[in-house]
């Protein structure tokens, strides 16, 4: 199995930061990786598909970069409605694992 | 408008069979690179991928349940069944069902609400 690591687990920032978050491939996935926005209760969100397409509707603050093995999510200028946890994905072969998440709090 | 949504029981005991549908509209299990898929989330842990099961028949599932996991569906009633074996404490999770698109490779697209599954005696 290809596992996902994220970093870092939590991330503190404030209105107005940029703010990336790094997810690794334990091999190389091409450009098969997806981000989520997932808040409490919630289902996921899909941001990010095939590393660096914004899917239709999410605003263009958020951007994804990568290839191979190292991917980024970063957000341009946070907003209020931005602080949740986000979650990598690579769709590469079956099981389609996930990072552990990366919860984005307000400092 | 693409929606889904998951329903069975909320509570079930160890050992016991979950059975969990997966009732969709605003698209078709039979056209061409469409799947839905199962995820769950145990309480404040991370997501795990599940089961897949795309329009023609072909079946995914995450080596380490495929033991306890069948995925079928019924193109008919726009709905997707996961079923999973000798449940236990461990398996207490929000079970998610997503829609997929091979051709527009953005993988989980859009997600039901999801329904937590509690396993206790």
């Known amino acids: 199995d290809i596992q996902m690591t994220q970093s870092p687990s939590t991330l503190s920032a404030s209105v107005g930061d940029r703010v990336t978050i790094t997810c690794r491939a334990s091999?190389?996935?091409?450009?098969?990786l997806a981000w989520y926005q997932q808040k409490p209760g919630k289902a996921p969100n899909l941001l990010i598909y095939?590393?660096?397409s914004l899917e239709s509707g999410v605003p263009s603050r958020f951007s994804g970069s990568g290839s191979g093995t190292e991917f980024t999510l970063t957000i341009s200028s946070l907003q209020p409605d931005d602080f949740a946890t986000y979650y990598c994905?690579?769709?590469?072969?079956?099981?389609?694992?996930f990072g552990q998440g990366t919860k984005l709090e307000i400092k | 408008q693409i929606t889904l949504k998951e329903t069975g029981p909320t509570l079930v005991k160890p050992t016991q069979t979950l059975t969990l549908t997966c009732t969709f509209s605003g698209f078709s299990l039979s056209s061409t690179g469409v799947g839905v898929g199962w995820i769950r989330q145990p309480p404040g842990k991370a997501l795990e991928w599940l089961a897949l099961?795309?329009?023609?028949?072909?079946?995914r599932l995450s080596p380490s349940l495929q033991n306890r996991l069948t995925i079928t569906k019924d193109t008919s009633r726009n709905q997707v069944v996961l079923t999973m074996t000798n449940m236990d404490p461990v398996d207490t999770a929000t079970y998610f069902c997503s829609h997929r698109d091979d051709i527009l490779a953005a993988n989980f697209d859009f997600w039901g609400q999801g329904i937590l599954v509690t396993v206790s005696s």
């Open positions: 099961i795309y329009w023609d028949e072909d079946i």
């Open positions: 091999q190389s996935i091409s450009n098969w």
């Open positions: 095939k590393a660096s």
């Open positions: 994905q690579h769709y590469d072969s079956y099981p389609y694992t």
